[in-house]
Nanobody, 113 residues
């Protein structure tokens, strides 16, 4: 069973940056896609970015060019560098492992002046 723990959320002004991290524990295969989702109040959870074990990335159109996903397979971590943040990026951000369909508890990101 895979367990995921996110960290790095917080309050930031528009145009600022944050870096989210997700630490995985438990049994997980070496080939496994991981990613970040977010859910804003009153909205459905949506995919923000994903990355395969080989480093192939995918981004939602709304974050392309601003967010960067990366991973460290040896340490079982996945990170999301978020730059040029906008108020509409405000949401709870969740880490997900495709293997086992595991989810973290989420971390709040708030973008406001």
């Amino acid at each position: 069973q895979v367990q995921l723990v996110e960290s790095g959320g917080g309050l930031v002004q528009p145009g600022g940056s944050l870096r989210l991290s997700c630490a995985a524990s438990g049994s997980m295969p070496s080939i496994n896609t991981m990613g970040w989702y977010r859910q804003a109040p009153g909205k459905q959870r949506e995919l923000v970015a994903s990355i395969t074990s080989f480093g192939v990335t995918n981004y939602s159109d709304s974050v392309k060019g601003r967010f960067t996903i990366s991973r460290d397979n040896a340490r079982k971590t996945v990170s999301l560098q978020m730059n040029s943040l906008r108020p509409e990026d405000t949401a709870v951000y969740y880490c997900r492992s495709w293997f086992g369909n595991a989810w973290g508890r989420g971390t709040q990101v708030s973008v406001s002046s």
